[in-house]
């Protein structure tokens, strides 16, 4: 009887090490894949090629601080008028402050000539940060070089207009046209994509950029790409992961500066269950945003 005994014994605790190795150590994986996502763009602001050094650009909101430094009464007043004058015409609302603005405005008495023209001023955006179909500027300047000779402050306006990241055109009427005369004004076309732009919230934005994952037997590991696509940082957030419905895993997300991103890689996430069929990716917020649609990604088993 004794070796019965030791046989049912040998027995139980290879089936029961056999069920262990089986449940915490899978000999198997399962990838799983995004489900189709559309790639159309969110935001269709029926744009003129070309209009902007880069597609949709903007400082995050519609109100925007500047500064202007040394400068004469006449180009000073110069300046305050062109900013006056895209006011009245946009939903463009101007400030003054001492430091840390987003538009510098500087003056320079000196003549400058380039190829035969006498060139009025200089002005563009110094920096920009890529947010999803945005392009964000925190910082732009304008170098009056010479005063208008015009009864409109068309130097001032041409210049500040590439400080909010507008290009030259082909249109002789346009202020933006790169040879100046006191006949051009401000185009509809550029008032209408000022207003449609600035139209758009100043919110943040957190999407997901990608998501991957396997499942090891019971367990699972992801890697995700989160970035702020908005116009202002994002507050802290949760990102929380289910299975088949269940919640298996949260992770906080720390705040996100505009274009900012982070990478997550999660490893050996316990499921508790074989044959999961679909995994849910989600990061939960308690503020407003552009889209909402962007913060949930769906895997299902790759086949």
């Known amino acids: 009887m004794g070796w ?7 027995f139980v605790i290879l089936t029961f090490f056999l069920l262990f190795f089986y449940w915490f150590f899978p000999l198997s994986s399962t990838e799983f894949t995004p489900q189709s996502e559309s790639s159309s763009k969110s935001f269709q602001l029926g ?8 597609e949709n650009m903007r400082y995050p909101e519609s109100a925007i601080s500047y500064n202007i430094g040394d400068c004469s009464i006449a180009k000073r007043d ?3 008028r062109a900013l006056n004058l895209l006011q009245e015409k946009t939903v463009l609302r101007f400030y003054p402050v001492a430091a840390n603005e987003e538009i510098s405005i500087t003056c320079d008495s000196r003549s400058k000539i380039e190829g035969g023209f006498f060139i009025a001023g200089e002005g563009g955006p110094t920096n920009i ?11 732009g300047t304008v170098l009056l070089i010479r005063e208008s000779q015009c009864k409109n402050p068309n130097v001032g306006v041409h210049e500040l207009l590439h400080a909010l ?3 030259h055109t082909t249109n002789p009427d346009d202020i933006m046209y ?10 509809n076309y550029t008032i209408d994509l000022i207003d449609n732009l600035y139209s758009i919230p100043s919110y943040p934005d957190i999407t997901f ?6 499942m090891k037997g019971k367990y699972l590991d992801a890697n995700m790409s989160i970035r702020n696509n908005g116009f202002e940082e994002s507050p802290a957030a949760i990102v929380q992961i289910y299975a088949d419905g269940g919640l298996v895993k949260e992770v906080n997300l720390d705040p996100l500066g505009i274009g900012h991103g982070i990478v997550i890689s999660l490893k050996n996430i316990w499921i508790g269950q074989f044959n999961t069929e679909q995994l849910r990716f989600f990061v939960k917020t308690n503020f407003d945003e552009l889209k909402k649609d962007n913060n949930e ?3 299902k088993i790759k086949k």
């Open 4 to 10: 019965k005994i030791t046989f049912g014994l040998i």
């Open 78 to 80: 110069e300046a305050v």
């Open 47 to 54: 744009q003129i090629k070309d209009l902007q050094f880069y």
């Open 209 to 214: 950029e990608s998501v991957s994952a396997i």
């Open 178 to 187: 790169p040879i100046s005369n006191c006949n051009q004004e401000i185009q």
């Open 129 to 139: 940060t890529k947010a999803g179909e945005f392009n964000v500027i925190s910082k």
């Open 165 to 167: 990241g507008f290009n």
């Open 297 to 299: 990604v769906t895997l």
